[in-house]
């Protein structure tokens, strides 16, 4: 079945440093790639999305690449700030043999300091 | 256009009663999914519906646990006989397509 992989967290960074959270994925069709973002206490939001490869989804100053080859799509940001302390979850949705249900990694949990 | 809504945002019960979670979907969204959230972990599916259909509800409990979207009002995912172990974060998202979802900010329930 389908499944996505993401870094153990914490990560902890100081502010204005660069972030990197890894997402590997394994998927029995072309899926689409998400990333999402909860803050304490709220719901998932949506961050950015890819539905092709080599797709580059961006918001907010965060970046994703569809890599079909590497079967990745890591999550980056130039230089963090105390405000992106979050959970971020890498996700694929992937319809091929009728499947609906998107998969979530575990969350990877950002902690930046000032 | 508002977001996704659900209620109560908290919601304490006694071990055994019934807890009733609501989600109203984006407008225009069909498609809603439940999920349930433990401390610490990851997001777990429950189920997905749209309009007066149960599409795939493998992650949801067979006993005590139901849900419903009716063709007019919010799902309801509804909790029986509520035990210790039901205490967690539940959320709703919706979705126009079954690609990208909206979520709401959730239910957290406690059993007492």
């Given at each position: 079945g389908d499944s996505v992989t993401q870094m153990e967290g914490p990560v902890t960074l100081s502010e204005e440093a660069f972030l990197t959270i890894n997402c590997t994925y394994t998927a029995t069709g072309y899926p689409s790639l998400f990333w999402y973002v909860q803050y304490?206490?709220?719901?998932?939001?949506?961050?950015?999305k890819a539905t092709k490869a080599d797709d580059k989804g961006s918001n907010k100053g965060f970046e994703a690449t569809y890599r079909k080859e590497t079967t990745s799509f890591h999550l980056e940001k130039g230089s963090v700030q105390v405000s992106d302390s979050a959970v971020y979850f890498c996700a694929l949705s992937d319809r091929t043999g009728g499947s609906y249900i998107p998969t979530f990694g575990r969350g990877t949990s950002l902690i930046v300091h000032p | 256009n508002a977001g996704v809504m659900q209620n109560p945002r908290h919601l304490v019960r006694r071990r055994g009663q019934e807890a009733r979670l609501r989600c109203s979907p984006m407008k225009g969204h069909s498609h809603v999914y439940w999920y349930r959230q433990l401390p610490?972990?990851?997001?777990?599916?429950?189920?997905?519906?749209?309009?007066?259909?149960?599409?795939?509800?493998?992650?949801?409990?067979?006993?005590?646990?139901?849900?419903?979207?009716?063709?007019?009002?919010?799902?309801?995912l509804r909790i029986q006989q509520v035990v210790r172990g039901d205490s967690a974060a539940y959320f709703c998202a919706s979705s126009p397509d079954d690609r990208e979802q909206y979520f709401g900010p959730g239910t957290r329930l406690t059993v007492t």
């Open positions: 304490p206490g709220e719901g998932l939001q949506l961050l950015l | 610490e972990e990851g997001l777990k599916f429950m189920v997905y519906l749209q309009k007066e259909n149960i599409i795939d509800e493998s992650g949801m409990p067979k006993e005590r646990f139901s849900a419903e979207f009716p063709k007019e009002g919010p799902s309801i």
